[in-house]
Nanobody, 132 residues
Framework: QVQLVESGGGLVQPGGSLRLSCAAS????????IGWFRQAPGKEREGVSC????????YYADSVKGRFTISRDNAKNAVSLLINNLKPEDTALYYCATDTLKSPDPAWSRVCYLVTNEYDYWGQGTQVTVSS
């Protein structure tokens, strides 16, 4: 069964850090592009970061550049998102997702997109709350 499971969320104070993890079962994450998204109450789901299948090219939303770092841990079949200098506006449910349809194609293997409809498998999310 194909499954993505996020972990690592929690309640942190502004300025704190968290490392979110996305673990996969039923398929190999390094074979696909991976994206991290978040959704705050009353807002649309937005892409925050992604990593391409080949070369590990990374992309970040402007709002998180310099604070978020996406990386692969192929030995664990996982992708992590390190979040530093957390702000109250980072409060959201964070999801990871895989693009198993386009990223295997060599023409698309070196890029990824912060757009929800580019991804076909999603985890259930992990809550990040930033509050003093």
């Amino acid at each position: 069964q194909v499954q993505l499971v996020e972990s690592g969320g929690g309640l942190v104070q502004p300025g704190g850090s968290l490392r979110l993890s996305c673990a996969a079962s039923g398929f190999i994450l390094e074979d696909y592009a991976i994206g991290w998204f978040r959704q705050a109450p009353g807002k649309e789901r937005e892409g925050v970061s992604c990593i391409s299948r080949v070369n590990g090219n990374t992309y970040y939303a402007d709002s998180v550049k310099g604070r978020f770092t996406i990386s692969r841990d192929n030995a664990k079949n996982a992708v992590s998102l390190l979040i530093n200098n957390l702000k109250p506006e980072d409060t959201a449910l964070y999801y990871c997702a895989t693009d198993t349809l386009k990223s295997p194609d060599p023409a698309w293997s070196r890029v990824c997109y912060l757009v929800t409809n580019e991804y076909d498998y999603w985890g259930q999310g992990t809550q990040v709350t930033v509050s003093s």
